[in-house]
């Protein structure tokens, strides 16, 4: 067989293997970026690679998680990210750096929004994840942090975990010391807190 030949073959089976290939992106800021863990197999999102293979699903999970990552960071990142990965699913978690830089609401829910938008134009279903602000930015600008993310999910309508950090933000014992980030023995919670609303996705 003439080499081009079987160059041609080989570049085609790459092809097809990665077209068969489903991926599933997170797209967050430190949270999911494992800030803070002395090895990123124990974030949370090494741990939803770990729980697909273990349940017989064919994803490839990558992390496009930058830490320090705002809304508008991300929304000037995604296409790209999309363009390269061809994701069948996304999973957006970002909003808290704008919420700890008070930055307006109206322009995290405007960009939350335009991501949700882009994935479901490059054919991939969205999954969103909330965040809660500490109760010193003053109940008026928490509660509506908060509700933001329940309104972009209805107008969307998107599947969305409320509250990533639920049952380990206010447990001393599942977060690194500066009481923002969860430490190693808290990302499996975090797992927990998102797979019921991911699994529906999954095929």
């Known amino acids: 067989m003439h080499r081009p030949l079987i160059l041609w073959i080989l570049l085609l089976t790459a092809a097809t293997a990665r077209a068969e290939t489903a991926t599933i992106l997170v797209f967050g800021d430190s949270i999911s970026a494992g800030y803070g863990l002395a090895d ?28 320090g990552e705002t809304t508008a960071g991300g929304l000037t990142r995604l296409p790209r990210a999309l363009a390269l990965h061809h994701p069948q699913i996304v999973i957006i978690e970002l ?14 829910q405007a960009n939350l ?4 938008q882009l994935s479901r134009k490059a054919g991939a279903q969205v999954l969103l994840l909330g965040m809660r602000m500490p109760p ?3 109940p008026d600008y928490t509660a509506q942090f908060f509700g933001t993310y329940a309104v972009v999910a209805k ?33 499996p919670r975090l797992l927990a807190n998102v797979w019921p609303a991911l699994k529906p996705l999954l095929h």
């Open 113 to 116: 929004g335009a991501m949700a």
């Open 40 to 67: 990123l197999s124990q974030g949370w999102v090494a741990l939803l690679q770990k729980r697909l293979r273990e349940s017989g699903y064919g994803y490839e999970v990558v992390n496009a998680s930058v830490s």
């Open 155 to 187: 107008e969307f309508k998107l599947p969305l975990v409320p509250f990533l950090l639920d049952g380990v933000a206010l447990t001393p014992s599942l977060m690194q010391a500066d009481d923002i980030h969860p430490n190693a023995q808290g990302q």
């Open 136 to 138: 010193n930015y003053g």
């Open 95 to 108: 909003g808290g750096n704008d919420g700890l830089r008070a930055l307006p609401i109206p322009a995290m």
